[in-house]
């Protein structure tokens, strides 16, 4: 079992910057790809980016963030993290972490995820 707990949301001007992170507890998140979602009331939840967990540290992120976000992982801490830049008001959402064991294939989906953290809140004013 896989715990997750993200943090770093809040509450920022649009252009400025916000770095999130995901902590895994219960076991490692070695050999699971990693992902971030985000959500916004009345909608599905959308795909954001994906790292993998080969020694390549294959990404991938949708095209709405390319170029603004990265995400990024620290083995020894556990860790995944999302740092946004240029930030958006159509970047605020709710923003979940998740893992699956399935390796790099379908990371897009969220169907494919079976461990989700609690979600934290990102506002970007305008």
């Known amino acids: 079992q896989v715990q997750l707990v993200e943090s770093g949301g809040g509450l920022v001007p649009a252009g400025g910057s916000l770095r999130l992170s995901c902590v895994a507890s219960?076991?490692?998140?070695?050999?699971?790809?990693v992902a971030w979602f985000r959500q916004t009331p009345g909608k599905e939840r959308e795909f954001v980016a994906a790292i993998s967990w080969g020694s390549s540290g294959s990404t991938v992120y949708a095209d709405s963030v390319k170029g603004r976000f990265t995400i990024s992982r620290d083995n020894a801490k556990n860790t995944v993290y999302l740092q946004m830049n240029t930030l958006k008001p159509e970047d605020t959402a709710a923003y979940y972490c998740a893992a699956k064991w399935t390796g790099w294939v379908e990371v897009k989906r969220a169907s494919e995820y079976i461990y989700w953290g609690q979600g934290t809140q990102v506002t970007v004013s305008s």
């Open positions: 219960g076991r490692t998140f070695s050999g699971y790809t």
